[in-house]
Nanobody
């Protein structure tokens, strides 16, 4: 069973950076396509990024964060990261890491419904 834990959220000023980390206590994260999904208060969840399970990795970055967010994997550490630079006042949300167990290979999904296992989320706050 995939047991996902996110970390790295916090309170930053506009323009600053955070790196979110996603790990799986069962050491299975390398096997799955991984999505980063955020949910702001009063809004629906949205996939901001995803990465395929197989190298060379296919990645997706939503247009709202393109040029500022980067997704990566460290297979040696069984970790997935979301580097968030130049954070803006419209970025605050709970950020979730989720695994898509059905999708293998060189693809990742932008559909919320594709993701089977979710972490508890980590909060990102941007305030001046």
């Amino acid at each position: 069973q995939v047991q996902i834990v996110e970390s790295g959220g916090g309170l930053v000023h506009p323009g600053e950076s955070l790196r979110l980390s996603c790990r799986d206590s069962g050491f299975a994260l390398n096997n799955y396509a991984i999505g980063w999904i955020r949910q702001a208060p009063g809004k629906e969840r949205e996939v901001v990024s995803c990465i395929s399970s197989r190298f060379p990795y296919t990645t997706f970055i939503d247009h709202s964060v393109k040029g500022r967010f980067t997704v990566s994997r460290d297979t040696g550490k069984n970790m997935v990261y979301l580097q968030m630079d130049n954070l803006r006042p419209d970025d605050p949300a709970a950020y979730f890491c989720a695994a898509d167990r059905a999708l293998e290979g060189y693809a990742c999904s932008t559909l919320i419904s594709s993701y089977d296992d979710w972490g508890q989320g980590t909060q990102v706050t941007v305030s001046s």
